[in-house]
């Protein structure tokens, strides 16, 4: 379960034991060309094992101009705009424009010959920035942060960069935002199709960028999400294995190089040092421990009694 912005620096086992699980720690994340942490560059980062540079999802002053919707725009931005004319406009298309930078296609990474944590395994990603399966169609989460309003706007004037006109609002909004997101998990957990199940939600860095006059509706998201993570937690089997990570962290509004991982399983958390470990240690998982999906092994087996029933058939009429 990706977390955006849950920090290692926020978190405790005795507060917070779901989002903590049986061992976790800080990891390094890596800042953007413009010193920043971006969300747009890290989750391509997390599933690729790739650095910004190579998987070529990179953040341009404060705006993710490489947006499907923006892409035509960017070189002339480039070419007639100042870099602080640039962001200015950027997060005006991030208030007023029923979009989201976050929705580069899946097919991205196979056209550019870039391998992903999802590549020869029966998976199921959920929200994952950077990583749509399919353009076409968006959940429940996606329609609320589109339609945030004035409840969240980019501010200049403000301590995170953000404002919000009523904060309580915005805080149950963006908390409805991580129940959609790890019921989904959880549904396609249950499911038995997948080995992996990597849902996503933003809810904590949302509510985080807002609650730099009210800690207290930060304290409160993570006392929620450690819950709502206890729940998909239960659901869980023995031979089972639940990994949350964030890409970077999130204090008094700004984001922080706190970065975290957890796991039911501590020799994940100790293999991964970095946002760039994550894969390898996810992929070392799947290949030595056992999470092939029930679902799909008695769906595979079905399918070939029927193959052999239907050879069996074709070779009594003499077809073959």
């Not at 379960?1 to 989002?19: C, F, K, Q």
């Not at 094992?49 to 002053?61: A, V, Y």
């Not at 208030?95 to 097919?107: G, I, K, L, Q, Y």
């Not at 304290?219 to 990994?243: F, M, R």
């Amino acid at each position: 379960m990706g977390i955006d912005a849950l920090d290692a620096e926020l978190v405790s086992e005795s507060t917070y034991p779901n989002l903590t699980l049986d061992l976790y720690s800080q990891i390094s994340t890596i800042e953007s060309a413009d010193g920043e942490l971006s969300t747009h560059e890290l989750w391509p980062t997390i599933i690729t094992g790739c650095p910004p540079s190579r998987h070529g999802l990179t953040l341009d002053s404060g705006v993710g101009w490489d947006s499907p919707f923006l892409r035509h725009g960017s070189s002339l931005a480039d070419a007639i705009l100042p870099d602080r004319l640039q962001s200015t406009l950027g997060a005006w298309i991030l208030n007023n424009v029923e979009t989201d930078v976050f929705r580069t296609p899946a097919s991205y990474y196979e056209e550019n010959e870039i391998n992903t944590l999802f590549d020869g395994y029966e998976t199921e990603s959920i929200g994952i920035p950077n990583y749509v399966t399919d353009p076409n169609t968006e959940d429940r989460e996606h329609k609320l942060r589109r339609h945030l309003g004035d409840l969240f706007e980019r501010d200049s004037t403000q301590p995170g960069g953000h404002s919000s006109a009523d904060p309580e609002a915005f805080y149950q909004q963006a908390m409805e935002m991580v129940m959609i997101r790890l019921a989904r998990t959880r549904r396609s957990y249950r499911s038995n199709q997948f080995e992996l199940v990597f849902g996503y939600t933003s809810g904590i860095d949302l509510i985080g960028h807002i609650t730099y006059n009210d800690p207290y509706l930060q304290d409160q998201a993570y006392s929620e999400t450690n819950d709502l993570v206890g729940d998909l937690l239960s659901d869980l089997g023995s031979d089972d294995t639940l990994v949350l990570v964030s890409d970077h962290g999130l204090q008094d509004g700004i984001h922080t190089k706190q970065a975290m991982i957890a796991s039911t399983e501590p020799h994940i958390v100790r293999a991964v040092d970095s946002v760039l470990d994550v894969r390898e240690a996810l992929e070392e998982e799947l290949t030595n421990g056992d999470h092939k999906p029930a679902l799909a092994e008695v769906r595979r087996k079905s399918s070939v009694s029927n193959e052999n029933q239907v050879q069996e058939h074709l070779e009594d009429l003499g077809y073959i």
